[in-house]
């Protein structure tokens, strides 16, 4: 065997010594600590450019067209009719914003609760997978507008009502992610830990419970962006306030800028409860790659 | 077996007529005897199908024999409630590193520690204590994913050693790495062993690695496995990857072969 072979083969304590600085320069260059934050804004802005400017050719667009053409107010509104409308509106919308968004996230957390509590139950009792699961998945066959209007004879017209319909829609996909996450635990890592002489409760908080987080926010975020649909369509069977009753009212009274107001800001809830859980998911996961 | 006047006390595992297959026609163990002193490193070389993650479920608890005893430590472990005793005694080592993505290089390699009621505290200090020689150093706070396959494999290793067995159990477990970073590993197990002398049974298809690594190689070529044929690695330690070129390495492998190929034949009754 010839020296740079041998000098290759060397182990041990010769790399011991690079091991830390080479995890050190792998970090830096993970997260890009060194840039000055007007970079990074810079960065972000130049990287989001082609989003940021098809947003603007379709206001663009809208605005033109709408002006151009004979389209009636209560079809298409311009656009800067509709933001006009937001502005003047404003203290109005907020308060309805505030209404709807409350919905979203008290039906948001009872789904949560719920969801998780099923996800457990489903995976740890072999009764309950044969009995539960089936139902569950059945359940969704079930057109859940369909089943709305019951909520509302059931928890009457006030705030339950729309947190009852917010469930209906949110808790399927938290469950059933949360099922998928449970069952996607490495099986060598379960092994491994019970020939450590681990217990249920070992192998259920240490390795079940940490494998399925990355699911379990997947379902949440899905669950984040439609529990606002289901505010909306809660408010519309029977509500005297909220984003949902308001474009109702509006479209009724043929207010095309109320009613896209409305949109608008339902679309703008469900996008920040979308980006609110990723930061949960973020803070939650920290360095940690699943 | 040539050291038989040992006393049970003496061997870290004692296996007599183990008796296991999925179905009862179909045995993958038919009467298997193997005892393994304390302090000895010992290499099974056997192709792959043969049964060797089954014996490893059968050694650490999670499978019962259908007949045959399994004495670990000095201690007889046939007995179902001996069964959780059985399982602390022997450190397995997965062929796949299996570390917990969300824990810290640190975290991962205490969970033996940890899961046999040791305090965080102590169990941290004694694994931080131990990475330098793993070639570990400053990465306790590191996560996997931040790591090459050598090293997350010796986190894997130092996770079994922490475990307090007085036996290790190694499942192929750098067939997955790259040649060149494999006979690195070789050779740092090399040096590990040298210094703790822990009594280790290894399991490979790889012949060289067989030979360079044990103090015996036992082949199991046939199944069901009812023998194993023994050759005994009298070549000087420390050993260094070098000696795969000497004359006495090649002749031990050239033996190994012919156990190997010999049991590929159908089996005399």
Known sequence: MNSSAKAALKVGRDDTQDVSSEINARKATDKQTHKPVHKQIRHKLLANFPL?????????????????????HYIIPRLSAVLQSLVEHAPVLAKHFVITLNESIIGLMISVLLGSLCALLIDSIKIAQRTLYPVIIASQTIPIIALSPIMVMWFGYELWSKVSVVVLFTFFPITVNTIAGLRAADPDIGELM???????GDLFWKWKLPSAVPHFFTGLKMAATISVGGATLGEWLGSEAGLGMY?????????????????LLLSAMGIMLFLTVQLIERIVKGERRY | MNKAKQTIEQYALVVEGLVYGFTEDKLLFDGL???????????????????????FRLLTGQLQPIAGVLHIGAE?????????????????MPQRDSLMPWRTVLDNAVLGLELSGVSKHKARQQALELLPQFGLA???????????GGMRQRVSFLRSMLGGSSMLLLDEPFSALDAMVR???????????????????????????????ADRVLVAASSPVSMLHEIVIDLPRPRSYDIVLDREFIALKRRAMELLGRGSLPRES
């Open chain 2, 138 to 148: 400053g990465t306790e706070n590191s996560y996997p994913h931040e790591l090459s």
């Open chain 2, 33 to 55: 005897d193997l005892a393994i002193p304390t302090g000895e490193f010992v290499a099974l070389l056997a192709p792959s199908g043969i049964g060797k993650t089954t014996l």
């Open chain 1, 52 to 72: 940021l400017a098809f947003i603007l050719l379709l206001a663009i667009v809208w605005e033109g067209l709408t002006r151009l053409l004979p389209i009636p």
């Open chain 2, 183 to 213: 006979i690195q590993m070789q050779e740092w197990l090399l040096q590990v062993w040298e210094q703790h002398r822990k009594t280790i049974l290894f399991i490979t298809h790889d012949i060289d690695e067989a030979i360079l690594l």
């Open chain 2, 76 to 92: 007889e472990a046939e007995k179902t409630e001996k069964a959780i005793g059985r399982s602390m005694r022997i450190g397995y």
């Open chain 1, 194 to 200: 019970r020939s450590m002489g681990a217990s249920k």
């Open chain 1, 247 to 263: 474009t109702k009212r509006a479209s009724n009274l043929l207010q095309g800028e109320a009613v896209f107001t409305g949109v």
